[in-house]
């Protein structure tokens, strides 16, 4: 059974950093691609980043790109999402998602999400 964990979120200031936590359980994150969400109060639900199995292709959303980073660590079997440079609208609970396929191909749709943490930045 497909089980996802977050961890790490908090109440940050503009321009600090924080480090998310996706423990993976059910699978090893060298065979499914892992993908970070957000959903914003109001808003629905975004692709932030995504990791790919075999090769750790990443995608980045356009606003994140330069200050997020996201990487694994296999051994672990946990994901993580570096947010650096935070802002108001970075304000969002967070999840970890996969959608049991390899790749982070364009229609990547997940079918597993985790309870989400939630990450608050205050101008």
């Known amino acids: 059974q497909v089980k996802l964990v977050e961890s790490g979120g908090g109440l940050m200031q503009t321009g600090e950093s924080l480090r998310l936590a996706c423990v993976a359980s059910?699978?090893?994150?060298?065979?499914?691609?892992i993908g970070w969400w957000r959903e914003a109060p109001g808003k629905e639900r975004e692709a932030v980043a995504c990791?790919?199995?075999?090769?750790?292709?990443?995608y980045y959303k356009d606003s994140v790109k330069g200050r997020f980073t996201i990487s694994k660590n296999v051994a672990k079997n946990t994901a993580y999402l570096q947010m650096n440079n935070l802002r108001p609208e970075d304000t969002a609970i967070y999840f970890c998602?996969?959608?049991?396929?390899?790749?982070?191909?364009?229609?990547?749709?997940?079918?597993?999400w985790g309870q989400g943490t939630q990450v608050t930045v205050s101008s």
């Open positions: 059910g699978f090893t994150l060298n065979y499914f691609a």
């Open positions: 990791i790919s199995a075999n090769d750790n292709t990443m």
């Open positions: 998602t996969t959608d049991q396929q390899d790749t982070c191909a364009s229609d990547y749709d997940p079918t597993s």
